[in-house]
């Protein structure tokens, strides 16, 4: 039980170095209620973000304790170093594409998305700026000019 206690915390903090580290999101490790762990497992752990445009927290990714329910279940057992017949104790985790969602929830807004530098290290947005006075013909002038900017930009691979 021990290896899988310490597995459990060593995935989960995995998951939150990924989130923090990578994508530039702050998370906070807990635990789960009886009524939210994993189904059938012993315990699950679980880390959380802050979603700014919304307030609410977001559960990020878990790792689960499964125990020895599921391997006496399905009659998962091996010999230990004594020749005595043990059920494995299970663990179980979920990082998945949510991560995607919960980056751009985090930097995003109604503005737009700023990906973390690790994620797209480099960033360029061009845009051409006019006056509402400006003529059709000035704003065309400026359309374009951007368009070369942006042809010559992708030209020199950024």
């Given at each position: 039980k021990a290896e899988a206690d310490e597995e459990v915390l060593q995935i989960l903090d995995l998951y939150a170095r990924t989130y923090e580290e990578l994508?530039?999101?702050?998370?906070?490790?807990?635990?789960?209620?009886?009524?939210?762990?994993?189904?059938?497992?012993?315990?699950?752990?679980?880390?959380?973000?802050?979603?700014?445009?919304?307030?609410?927290?977001?559960?990020?990714?878990?790792s689960h304790c499964l125990g020895q329910n599921f391997s006496k279940m399905f009659k998962i057992d091996f010999m230990d170093t004594d020749g005595q017949k043990q059920f494995a104790w299970q663990n179980s985790w979920g990082f998945t594409t949510r991560s995607i969602g919960v980056m751009v929830m985090v930097h995003g807004d109604d503005k737009g998305l700023v990906l973390p530098p690790r994620v797209a290290p480099k960033q360029v947005m061009v845009m051409y700026i006019y006056k509402v006075t400006d003529?059709?013909?000035?704003?065309?002038?400026l359309r374009q000019g951007c368009e070369d900017v942006t042809r010559r930009l992708r030209a020199a691979g950024v």
């Open positions: 994508l530039a999101v702050p998370m906070i490790k807990g635990r789960k209620s009886e009524k939210e762990k994993f189904a059938g497992g012993l315990y699950t752990t679980t880390i959380e973000g802050f979603i700014p445009t919304n307030g609410r927290a977001i559960q990020a990714a878990t003529s059709d013909e000035v704003r065309r002038a």
